[in-house]
């Protein structure tokens, strides 16, 4: 699910911070025990032009930085696939995070 109040301000939030031409919100709350309905546990994928030349954790650090208000609110856990486009066209696979709920190729 993505269409909590928490993922709309995370995707607006990122699609504001990177122009992203990929993004995947993805809430997996679910999957650690929380309370129903509760959005703290996220995974995104974020594939943007503003990447190039980063490395992975000054990619991780912009998406972190652009989501600090929630990261220091609701948002417990926060998932980062961080790619370019050319990254992206040449290896579009998202490692899988147990338990995998598929939906991907």
């Given at each position: 699910g993505?269409?909590?109040?928490?993922a709309s301000a995370i995707r607006?939030?990122?699609?504001?911070?990177?122009?992203?031409?990929?993004?995947?919100?993805?809430?997996?709350s679910f999957r650690h025990g929380v309370v129903p309905g509760t959005e703290s546990h996220f995974s995104v994928v974020v594939v943007s032009g503003r990447f190039a030349g980063l490395t992975p954790l000054q990619r991780h650090r912009m998406v972190q930085e652009a989501l600090r208000d929630e990261l220091?609110?609701?948002?417990?856990?926060?998932?980062?696939?961080?790619?370019?486009?050319?990254?992206?066209?040449q290896d579009s696979h998202v490692p899988p995070r147990p338990p995998c709920l598929g939906g991907s190729k």
């Open positions: 993505d269409s909590g109040p928490l607006s939030k990122l699609t504001a911070a990177l122009d992203p031409t990929l993004l995947r919100v993805e809430d997996e220091g609110g609701p948002l417990h856990a926060l998932a980062i696939v961080a790619k370019t486009p050319q990254q992206w066209e």
